[in-house]
C-alpha cells in the first residue's frame, strides 16, 4: 500500500514551529479533579514554555467580560424596530451527550429565552456535528450552538452567520477551555509517543478539543494516526469517547478538560480510575453563531439576553459555565489558520 504523505510535510518550518511549539506539551498529569483546577489560577498549567508563546501567536483566546467594550447593543431608536416582534427561533445544538441528558440541560436556558424574548425557542439536537452545520449553510436554523471547527467549516461551506456569544469556563473564569488526552489509570501510555500502535479515539473531524488540537499535536510530533495507531476510531460524542474508553474498547482518547471534569462533579468518572497524559493550552471556545438573515435589532436582543443569562443556567455544552461574554471573528481566525495549514477542508462544501 502506497502512504500518503503527511500534509504538514509540505510546510516550510519556520511555520510548524510557531504554530506548534505549544501541541507538543507531553505531560501527567494524576488525577485531576474540579478542586484542583480551581486552586490553579488561570494561564498557571502551561506544561512546557512554547506554551505561553503560541497563545498570542496562534490561538490567542481573549476576553472574559460579560460585555466587551467594542459591542455596540443599543437598539436602533425612532424606527420601530426597538419593539419589533420575534418570531418563533430555532436552535441547533451539537451533540455531546445522550439526547436525554442535554435536553435535561437545554430545558433551564429555554424557559429563560423564551421569558426574556417573549416568543417561543424551539432547540433541536443534531444527530452528529455534521447536521448542525448543514442546517447552518441551508438557512434552516435561527441559531446554533457549534465548536470553533464547526463555526469555521459552516462559515466555508456558505453558511451567513456571524458569532454572537461563548459560554465562560467556571474552573477558569475565562471564555476557553484545553483539549486533553486521557487514558485510564492503569496504562503503561505516559507520553504522546508511546501512542504509536495503539487503539485511539478521536470525537469528531468537526471538534476542536477532541480532533483538530490533538491531531496538531500528533503531527508536530511526526504521527500519523490513521498510519501509526493500531485502531482510530471517530466517536461521534465526549460522552462516547469517555464510554469508549472506560468499557475498555479504546486505550486512549481526545476529549477537553471542561468536559471530563463536569462528568467528575456529575459522578460519571472517577478521578482515581484515570489519568490525563497530555493537555493544551488555552483554546477559543465552542459558541453560539446566529444567521445574518435576522435584522440587527434582533441580533443584539438576544445578544443582551445571553448575556444577561443568571449564573446557574447550565452550559449545554456539557461544561461548567459562568454565564455568557461577547465573541467575534478575530477570535477565531488563528484556528482558521491552524486548519489551512493543516489543509483541512469543510466536508459539507466536498
Not at 40 to 55: H, L, T
Not at 88 to 105: A, D, H, N, R
Not at 142 to 156: C, F, G, K, P
Request: aromatic share 8%.
Amino acid at each position: 500500500m502506497q502512504q500518503r504523505n503527511h500534509p504538514l510535510s509540505k510546510l516550510p518550518a519556520l511555520i510548524l514551529a510557531v504554530i506548534f511549539a505549544f501541541l507538543n506539551a507531553s505531560c501527567s498529569i494524576t488525577p485531576i479533579t474540579p478542586e484542583d483546577y480551581l486552586k490553579s489560577k488561570p494561564g498557571s498549567r502551561e506544561q512546557e514554555a512554547g506554551a505561553k508563546e503560541i497563545i498570542s501567536v496562534i490561538l490567542e483566546p481573549e476576553g472574559s467580560n460579560k460585555i466587551s467594550g467594542s459591542d455596540n447593543l443599543a437598539i436602533s431608536p425612532g424606527n420601530g424596530s426597538s419593539n419589533e416582534n420575534i418570531k418563533p427561533l430555532t436552535i441547533g445544538v451539537i451533540p455531546t451527550q445522550s439526547f436525554k441528558e442535554q435536553q435535561q440541560m437545554i430545558q433551564p436556558l429555554d424557559e429563560y429565552l423564551e421569558k426574556n424574548l417573549e416568543t417561543e425557542v424551539n432547540f433541536q439536537v443534531a444527530s452528529d456535528y455534521k447536521q448542525v452545520v448543514k442546517w447552518l449553510v441551508d438557512g434552516k436554523i435561527d441559531m446554533a450552538y457549534v465548536t470553533a471547527v464547526s463555526y469555521l467549516e459552516a462559515l466555508e461551506a456558505g453558511a451567513d452567520i456571524e458569532p454572537l456569544v461563548a459560554p465562560i469556563n467556571k474552573f477558569t473564569g475565562r471564555p476557553w477551555y484545553r483539549a486533553a488526552i486521557i487514558v485510564e489509570a492503569n496504562s503503561n501510555i505516559q507520553t504522546l509517543q508511546q501512542l504509536r500502535g495503539k487503539r485511539f479515539g478521536f470525537v469528531n473531524k468537526y471538534s476542536t478539543s477532541g480532533y483538530l488540537v490533538p491531531f496538531a499535536a500528533f503531527a508536530k510530533l511526526g504521527i500519523n494516526p490513521e498510519q501509526e495507531f493500531k485502531q482510530t476510531a471517530y466517536l461521534g460524542t465526549h460522552s462516547k469517547a469517555l464510554a469508549a474508553l472506560e468499557n475498555g474498547d479504546v486505550d486512549a482518547v481526545a476529549t477537553n478538560i471542561s468536559y471530563y471534569l463536569k462528568q467528575q462533579k456529575m459522578g460519571k468518572l472517577k478521578a482515581e480510575d484515570f489519568r490525563v497524559i497530555w493537555e493544551s493550552p488555552p483554546i477559543p471556545p465552542s459558541l453560539i453563531v446566529v444567521s445574518q438573515k435576522l435584522s440587527t435589532d434582533i441580533r443584539k436582543k438576544i445578544k443582551i439576553s445571553f448575556l444577561n443569562a443568571p449564573e446557574g443556567i447550565e452550559d449545554i455544552y456539557g461544561g461548567e459555565s459562568a454565564g455568557y461574554t461577547s465573541v467575534g471573528n478575530a477570535q477565531y481566525t488563528r484556528i482558521k489558520a491552524l486548519r489551512a495549514n493543516l489543509e483541512l477542508k469543510a466536508e459539507v462544501a466536498q
